[in-house]
């Protein structure tokens, strides 16, 4: 697994945004990780959305294509320092962002996101943007 993809991608893919859909085809095969906590975030949508049942089929399609990343203690350790570090630096992001970033960094995985007003932040962490 090289790659974690975040929240907005994986609705952007599930909505057909060609330039993100066609990116993270071709990343697959190396590997494509997807946060529990991004997770919860699309459900999120999918749970409030006109097409509810739609969009929960195309989330279901979608789900074997990548891996499951879960929160361990690993992740909660680079979480605490880096919010801390954001905080003394007067430049705190939400903290589900930063247990994504976490889980990145931990697994030594390139975030696919759109949001680097936020993950750009988080201290050695490789972002990718289409």
Do not use: C
């Given at each position: 697994?090289?790659?974690?993809?975040?929240?907005?991608?994986v609705i952007d893919y599930l909505h057909a945004v060609e330039p993100v859909r066609?990116?993270?085809?071709?990343?697959?095969?190396?590997?494509?990780?997807?946060?529990?906590?991004?997770?919860?975030?699309?459900?999120?949508?999918?749970?409030?959305?006109?097409?509810?049942?739609?969009?929960?089929?195309?989330?279901?399609?979608?789900?074997?294509d990548v891996e499951l990343v879960p929160i361990d203690e690993e992740v909660s350790?680079?979480?605490?320092?880096?919010?801390?570090?954001?905080?003394?630096?007067?430049?705190?992001?939400?903290?589900?962002?930063?247990?994504?970033?976490?889980?990145?960094?931990?697994?030594?995985?390139?975030?696919?996101?759109?949001?680097?007003?936020?993950?750009?932040?988080?201290?050695?962490?490789?972002?990718?943007?289409?």
């Open positions: 697994m090289q790659y974690l993809v975040d929240s907005d991608w066609t990116r993270l085809r071709s990343l697959l095969p190396a590997g494509v990780g997807f946060s529990v906590i991004s997770l919860a975030e699309v459900y999120e949508g999918v749970y409030w959305s006109r097409e509810r049942e739609d969009d929960e089929r195309d989330l279901n399609a979608f789900l074997p350790r680079i979480f605490a320092m880096e919010r801390g570090r954001l905080r003394a630096a007067g430049k705190k992001i939400g903290d589900l962002d930063l247990l994504i970033g976490a889980t990145a960094l931990r697994h030594d995985l390139t975030l696919l996101t759109n949001n680097r007003r936020h993950f750009d932040r988080v201290e050695g962490l490789m972002v990718e943007s289409v």
